[in-house]
């Protein structure tokens, strides 16, 4: 069965600082990844997704991934997080690109000290 | 446009009982997943629906079951609950399904069993 694994569970970072959290999954064909995030009080929501093409995605609000077939990794980054980047992030893999259901990870929460 | 609807937000019930949660899709979307997220699992997959059909479904005892109606709204039925059934539930909307298009999600019902 395919999995999903996020290393770090909890991040504290500064503002102002750069961001890399980390995705790797576990399944060796076609894959459709995403990121989520959930900030406080609300809702998941879309950050950016992966389904073909150039394996370097930007999302919303200056987020962007980076698909390393090689490495079944799909890593999200910022050049320089905000505090209203503080939010927990989920990244989450489709096995096979079709409609079925996505495998999420644990998530990781991110803390942004202003 | 209107976003997924979740009823109720909150549920509290007695170990032994049952619960229905109700989810409303964006209008047009076909396809309503239901997750169940809890601090420690992440996000786990109970099961799909897409135009009245069951069309995937996760790991879940038999307890817990589903149905989806004409206009694509779904309930989530669960039975005989035990306290580890406490956790918030997620239905997702999308258009052919969360594998293969974007997911929005409800605000979640949180149900706590005592």
């Known amino acids: 069965a395919q999995s999903v694994s996020q290393h770090n569970h909890h991040v504290i970072l500064s503002e102002a600082a750069s961001l890399e959290l980390g995705c790797n999954y576990s399944?060796?064909?076609?894959?459709?990844l995403f990121w989520y995030v959930q900030y406080p009080g609300q809702h998941l929501q879309l950050l950016l997704k992966?389904?073909?093409?150039?394996?370097l995605v930007k999302g919303i609000k200056g987020f962007e991934a980076e698909f390393i077939k090689s490495k079944f990794s799909f890593n999200l980054r910022k050049p320089s997080v905000q505090w209203s980047d503080t939010a927990e992030y989920f990244c989450?893999?489709?096995?096979?690109?079709?409609?079925?259901?996505?495998?999420f990870g644990i998530g990781t929460k991110l803390q942004v000290i202003p | 446009k209107a976003g997924v609807t979740q009823t109720p937000r909150y549920l509290i019930k007695t170990r032994g009982q049952q619960v229905t949660l109700s989810c409303s899709p964006i209008?047009?979307?076909?396809?309503v997943s239901w997750y169940q997220q809890t601090p420690g699992q992440g996000l786990q997959f109970l099961f799909e629906?897409?135009?009245?059909?069951?069309?995937n479904k996760g790991n879940f005892p038999g307890r817990f079951s589903g149905r989806q109606f004409s206009n694509s709204r779904s309930e989530m039925n669960v039975s005989t609950l035990e306290l580890g059934d406490s956790a918030l539930y997620l239905c997702?909307?999308?258009?052919?399904?969360?594998?293969?298009?974007?997911?929005?999600f409800g605000q979640g019902t949180r149900l706590t069993v005592v």
């Open positions: 992966y389904f073909s093409g150039d394996p």
């Open positions: 399944y060796g064909g076609t894959v459709n």
């Open positions: 989450a893999v489709n096995a096979g690109g079709g409609y079925q259901k996505v495998t």
């Open positions: 209008s047009g979307h076909r396809s």
């Open positions: 997702a909307s999308s258009l052919t399904g969360v594998g293969n298009t974007e997911a929005f």
């Open positions: 629906y897409f135009s009245e059909t069951q069309r």
